[in-house]
């Protein structure tokens, strides 16, 4: 996994860790990230996680560790991201540890191939105005300015030309259940100052971070397949679109359980 620049490897642990409902703490984020107590004290004695001392102890806001996460996930490759996930699977509480599923999470309503936008605050408008095509959304206005607010601080289009739009901390009062909605502008579109140009927009309706992370990562993993982003590009319409997807996380599944499969046969 990528830490601030540094890879450390995340070893497997026996047990399935249940993460804290207040702060973490050096062990708990430790069980969390499935690194050592030391690695975790060392990474924030240097400056590389977020945390403060109370009372001469290091503790750790769950929405900033998550935030931090977030930021990770946008500069791995895909071996790191597939320990991204198998860590934020393995510390997700025992009834929830399923895998999930961008075809699920990604109706067909909620796509638009092409997408009728031309500029970053119509892409915004007409994005939150495809995810509430489907009834899960229920205050888009809110929505919109949540996700503007997010792009303001820091844009989220990547150098692929695909932005991965998002409010700052999941929406849950808003939101009937977890989903994502995807669209597909004719040309690409100048996406905040300093930013790259994007064509290909996914807006992330988290209801908790986990959750919200999670998706990133499977995303992320699907975004950086060779030959995906062409062929995304290339679809017709919505129907090939969301097939696409669902045949690349299909694939990316086989090839997670031939890693494991390695790793387990190296310990």
């Excluded at 309503?109 to 095509?133: D, F, H, K």
């Excluded at 209801?207 to 998706?215: F, P, S, Y």
């Amino acid at each position: 996994m990528l830490l601030y620049g540094r890879v450390c490897n995340l070893p497997n642990l026996p047990f399935a860790p249940i993460m804290p409902k207040s702060d973490f703490d050096i062990d708990s984020l430790a069980v969390y990230l499935h690194l050592t107590p030391q690695q975790v004290s060392r990474l924030s004695d240097r400056g590389r996680l977020p945390g403060r001392k109370v009372g001469g102890q290091w503790r750790f806001s769950q929405a900033e560790i998550h935030h931090w996460l977030e930021r990770r996930i946008g500069l791995s490759d895909d071996v790191e991201l597939l320990d991204v996930e198998n860590v934020l699977q393995r510390s997700a509480p025992t009834d929830d540890q399923q895998d999930i599923s961008l075809g699920e999470l990604l109706p067909r309503e909620a796509i638009a191939v092409p997408l009728s936008a031309r500029t970053r605050n119509s892409v915004i408008t007409s994005m939150v105005e495809l995810a509430a095509g489907t009834g899960w959304l229920w205050d888009p206005k809110k929505m919109v300015e949540a996700v503007r607010a997010r792009e303001d601080m820091h844009p989220t289009a990547l150098e692929n030309g695909i932005a991965l739009l998002h409010p700052r901390r999941p929406m849950s009062r808003i939101l009937g259940r977890a989903f994502l909605a995807l669209g597909r502008t004719v040309s690409s579109i100048p996406f905040g100052a300093g930013a790259p140009m994007a064509d290909i927009f996914f807006l992330v309706c988290s209801i908790e971070d986990r959750g919200h992370l999670r998706a990133l990562a499977r995303l992320s993993r699907v975004l950086t397949s060779p030959g995906f982003l062409d062929a995304l590009r290339e679809a017709s319409n919505a129907d090939t679109a969301h097939q696409l997807i669902v045949e690349t996380e299909g694939k990316l599944r086989g090839e997670g359980v031939r890693v494991g499969s390695r790793k387990r046969d190296q310990v």
